[in-house]
């Protein structure tokens, strides 16, 4: 392929995707939010992705996850991020592991390996426990807050967890990061007050979800990644 980065190189230069094509990041979620971190790492050239996630594509991703397809439902979205990177990079390292990560399974991941982590998880107790790993890795690490019941993408913010406000999940965050001694994490987080969404009746409750909330906040997670590799900040 002639040089598909041309036009990254045009804003970065070419030492700093260099350094792209050089770094590892992993990304925890698979979801509306770290489908689309996965795609724009992997269109800024990357050179390796670790990708975790024991979730399968279903019908109700198809209104918002980038991985979603009519052809990829059923399939383990790993296997679908994956396939989908080879596609757009075939330059690019990619592994997908099936798994839920959570606080009894914590010891198990290597984060020093990575050059930088991305938390797009909904369960808490794992939000929690990646930070205090990568803190103590001393690998940095971006955070998803809320992305569900919102339909402004442009009440998005990036910023310290410890200057959020409105977002509930946040609120949560800071009082138990605060507790566990992490000093400082950036997050991608809302100020719009969460919608109550219409629940079908026997339906389980589910938050709602739209295209473009959590897809912005995924390319605003990317974007700091790739930003801060390159020291562009």
Same mark, same amino acid.
Not at 51 to 80: P, Y
Not at 137 to 146: K, T
């Given at each position: 392929?002639?040089?598909?980065?041309?036009?990254?190189?045009?804003?970065?230069?070419?030492?700093?995707?260099?350094?792209?094509?050089?770094?590892?990041?992993?990304?925890?979620?698979?979801?509306?939010?770290?489908?689309?971190?996965?795609?724009?790492?992997?269109?800024?050239?990357?050179?390796?992705?670790?990708?975790?996630?024991?979730?399968?594509?279903?019908?109700?991703?198809?209104?918002?996850?980038?991985?979603?397809?009519?052809?990829?439902?059923?399939?383990?979205?790993?296997?679908?991020?994956?396939?989908?990177? !080879?596609?757009?990079?075939?330059?690019?390292?990619?592994? /997908?592991?099936?798994?839920?990560?959570?606080?009894?399974?914590?010891?198990?991941?290597?984060?020093?390996?990575?050059?930088?982590?991305?938390?797009?998880?909904?369960?808490? &107790?794992?939000?929690?426990?990646?930070?205090?790993?990568?803190?103590?890795?001393?690998?940095?690490?971006?955070?998803?807050?809320?992305? /569900?019941?919102?339909?402004?993408?442009?009440?998005?913010?990036? @910023?310290?967890?410890?200057? @959020?406000?409105?977002?509930?999940?946040?609120?949560?965050?800071?009082?138990?990061?605060?507790?566990?001694?992490?000093?400082?994490? &950036?997050?991608?987080?809302?100020?719009?007050?969460? !919608?109550?969404?219409?629940?079908?009746? /026997?339906?389980?409750?589910? &938050?709602?979800?739209?295209?473009?909330?959590?897809?912005?906040?995924?390319?605003?997670?990317?974007?700091?990644?790739?930003?801060?590799?390159? /020291?562009?900040?």
């Amino acid at each position: 392929m002639e040089n598909y980065l041309q036009r990254s190189e045009m804003l970065y230069g070419k030492d700093k995707v260099d350094i792209l094509r050089r770094s590892k990041v992993a990304v925890f979620g698979v979801g509306g939010v770290g489908g689309y971190v996965i795609e724009a790492l992997a269109r800024s050239g990357i050179g390796g992705l670790d990708i975790f996630d024991n979730d399968t594509v279903a019908v109700s991703n198809l209104n918002r996850q980038i991985i979603a397809t009519t052809e990829t439902v059923g399939m383990l979205k790993v296997e679908a991020a994956a396939e989908r990177v !080879r596609v757009v990079n075939p330059y690019c390292s990619v592994r /997908g592991f099936a798994v839920f990560y959570a606080p009894d399974n914590a010891g198990e991941f290597d984060l020093s390996q990575y050059d930088f982590v991305v938390d797009a998880i909904d369960f808490v &107790p794992g939000k929690l426990s990646l930070a205090v790993e990568c803190m103590n890795a001393n690998v940095p690490l971006i955070s998803a807050m809320g992305a /569900g019941n919102k339909i402004h993408p442009e009440m998005l913010e990036l @910023t310290d967890i410890y200057k @959020t406000s409105v977002c509930p999940l946040a609120r949560v965050m800071r009082r138990e990061l605060k507790k566990r001694g992490v000093k400082s994490l &950036p997050v991608v987080y809302s100020k719009e007050p969460a !919608r109550k969404p219409e629940i079908p009746e /026997g339906e389980k409750f589910c &938050p709602g979800s739209s295209a473009f909330v959590p897809s912005a906040a995924g390319l605003i997670i990317a974007s700091y990644v790739v930003n801060s590799l390159t /020291g562009e900040e």
